[in-house]
T-cell receptor, first 117, second 110 residues
Framework: SAVISQKPSRDICQRGTSLTIQCQVDSQVTMMFWYRQQPGQSLTLIATANQGSEATYESGFVIDKFPISRPNLTFSTLTVSNMSPEDSSIYLC??????????????FGPGTRLTVT | GNSVTQMEGPVTLSEEAFLTINCTYTATGYPSLFWYVQYPGEGLQLLLK?????DKGSNKGFEATYRKETTSFHLEKGSVQVSDSAVYFCALYQGGKLIFGQGTELSVKP
């Protein structure tokens, strides 16, 4: 496995502002993903972060709202833009393809708990 | 489309009781199947996996068998401990994506 860190671990933000969440892995990985876990619910994939190109977004998620960067094989950021209370969730980074391992085995960061007031 | 359905929680058990958390899936072909666990205040951890029919995944005393005929991947443990209290997620992998069930909260009382 790998050590995956996320910053910040939690934040309380005002509506209309933006927050950038960082995800750092201690080894190179092929794939990085961003998920949202709304209170009491399961995880929903937001997008796949592609190194050196635009992220691939899932249905219902758009780049203007959730811009993603992935400048290298160990780091990615997710920005939650123009926040509203409905964006209050836990945001999770995950990685796959560790040390050439299979893409179906994903490992998750500890999450960022976001509250929008 | 692909989906995963888990038994609803919360599930409350006494220590040393037998645990079953049901999971069924809908998918084309033969996806890989997983159980993830989320301890309070932490991120998800991969608990066990099975990549083909009749495979049995096991870890930390937990087991699950990939049953193609019933499209199921039920999680079992013979004797739960208080430290097993967590939320358990069943998931399938297909088409480059992990699809999660809604999660089942387990509470184990001493």
């Amino acid at each position: 496995s790998a050590v995956i860190s996320q910053k910040p671990s939690r934040d309380i933000c005002q509506r209309g502002t933006s927050l950038t969440i960082q995800c750092q892995v201690d080894s190179q990985v092929t794939m990085m993903f961003w998920y949202r876990q709304q209170p009491g619910q399961s995880l929903t994939l937001i997008a796949t972060a592609n190194q050196g190109s635009e992220a691939t977004y899932e249905s219902g998620f758009v780049i203007d709202k959730f811009p993603i960067s992935r400048p290298n094989l160990t780091f990615s950021t997710l920005t939650v833009s123009n926040m509203s209370p409905e964006d209050s969730s836990i945001y999770l980074c995950s990685v796959a393809g560790l040390a050439g391992g299979p893409s179906y085995e994903q490992y998750f960061g500890p999450g960022t708990r976001l509250t929008v007031t | 489309g692909n989906s995963v359905t888990q038994m609803e929680g919360p599930v409350t058990l006494s220590e040393e009781a037998f645990l079953t958390i049901n999971c069924t899936y809908t998918a084309t072909g033969y996806p890989s199947l997983f159980w993830y666990v989320q301890y309070p205040g932490e991120g998800l951890q991969l608990l066990l996996k099975a990549t083909k029919a009749d495979d049995k995944g096991s870890n930390k005393g937990f087991e699950a068998t990939y049953r193609k005929e019933t499209t199921s991947f039920h999680l079992e443990k013979g004797s739960v401990q208080v430290s097993d209290s967590a939320v358990y997620f069943c998931a399938l992998y297909q088409g480059g994506k992990l699809i999660f069930g809604q999660g089942t909260e387990l509470s184990v009382k001493p």
